[in-house]
């Protein structure tokens, strides 16, 4: 994973395209709840002037995300993506672990 992140840049005011799949390719956005903590995520990140969102396509197993980086860090935007939707998305499927 970390020879992954070897050369990446984040840098404010740029493009990413990003896809992140869930553990196991299990299909949990096929239940709109699931797929709507997603959606509202992205949402509450632009609204703070974290991101800008061009598009977002949930899949049932994973996240296609095309966003104009606005402060921060590519990798703190998606630790925050991510930590908070498996939270959220864990506790209605009554679980926990990982979930991406």
């Not at 956005?29 to 969102?53: H, L, P, S, T």
């Amino acid at each position: 994973m970390q020879n992954l992140r070897k050369g990446r840049f984040s840098y404010p005011g740029n493009y990413y395209f990003v896809t992140t799949i869930v553990q196991g390719k299990e299909k949990i956005f096929q239940k709109e709840e699931c797929a709507n903590i997603v959606i509202d995520a992205i949402r509450w990140m632009e609204k703070e002037g974290r991101v800008e969102n061009i598009v977002a396509i949930v899949m049932p197993e994973h996240l296609h995300w095309v966003f104009v980086l606005k402060k921060g860090i590519l990798d703190s935007r998606m630790k925050t993506l991510k930590g908070f939707t498996a939270r959220k998305i864990n506790q209605i499927l009554g679980r926990n672990g990982k979930l991406w």
